[in-house]
């Protein structure tokens, strides 16, 4: 997968992928031609059996300045149609992401600007330089986050997405910790060695169970304290309890040993 133009898909030995915005000249900003290219990056991690997670990152030193100029200046001279086009290849950029069968970690630095929330909001995890910049810029320029608005909502709430769609304030990295749009921050300098320290401990832990945690994780968000949820999760404990890696698990545990999948970190 080498001959992308705008994005960059890494395969780590130990087992997970890296999946890099690649267009720094332009500070990773969206294209046409970036969404299509991050939709089969995606689709060719889904059908890798062999990755426990993914990462996204953005290449040099912002995440994502949202959407490219050009192509914002093209869209201008569409009509409904082909816009409704356009919406529809980013929305399913956005719900591909998002299901992603595999856990996701997105990590960010500087800039993270309109779609590029929307990439973070969709990821399970996220971590970030404490002196980021993020923003639901939209409205600055006349839009509306409209596509990524339900994972935003999902991820900070409501009322936080409420603000910050209507204002288009720019917020901190530290800010997204506070608002659970970021799972953690750190000192820019630290950031890629907090992101070992992620990874090390993702790399602990089994890759069956981690899908299966991310399935049941949405179901029981998105579904009220009912008969039919305590049935789907019973079943999601006996199924995982009788698999393969389950039974590892648990010998391994009894036998005060490491399972098999657990690799050491890095020196």
């Not at 009322?159 to 990295?173: D, H, N, P, Q, V």
């Not at 949820?229 to 995982?240: F, H, K, P, S, V």
């Not at 590892?248 to 050491?264: H, I, V, Y």
């Amino acid at each position: 997968m080498n001959d992308f133009k705008t994005v960059q898909l890494e395969v780590d030995s130990r087992g997970f992928a890296t999946l890099w915005l690649n267009r720094p000249e332009k500070n990773n900003a969206f294209n046409a031609e970036m969404i299509r290219e991050l939709v089969l990056a995606i689709d060719h991690v889904q059908s890798d059996k062999s990755l426990r997670f993914m990462l996204l990152r953005g290449r040099g030193k912002h995440f994502s300045a949202g959407a490219d100029l050009a192509w914002m200046q093209h869209s201008a001279k569409l009509d409904f149609e082909a816009n409704l086009t356009d919406a529809r290849e980013l929305a399913e950029l956005m719900y591909s992401l998002y299901h992603l069968k595999l856990p996701t970690l997105a990590v960010v630095q500087g800039a993270a600007f309109g779609g590029a929330v929307g990439l973070i909001a969709c990821c399970d995890m996220a971590i970030g330089a404490a002196d980021a910049q993020l923003s639901l810029s939209e409205v600055r320029i006349g839009l509306a986050p409209a596509v990524i608005s339900p994972f935003v909502v999902k991820a900070i709430g409501e009322r936080a997405t409420r603000r910050y769609s209507m204002t288009g304030e720019r917020f901190s990295g530290e800010r997204a910790r506070e608002l659970g749009l970021l799972s953690e921050s750190y000192d820019a300098a630290e950031l890629d060695a907090s992101l070992d320290g992620w990874i090390d401990n993702l790399l602990l832990n089994s890759p069956q169970a981690m899908r299966a945690s991310k399935d049941l994780m949405r179901e029981a968000g998105s579904m009220s304290l009912s008969p039919a949820l305590r049935r789907y999760t019973e079943n999601a404990i006996a199924r995982i309890r009788v698999s393969p890696e389950g039974q590892e698990g648990l010998n391994a545990f009894l036998e005060k040993r490491k399972p098999t999948w657990t690799q050491e970190p890095q020196q």
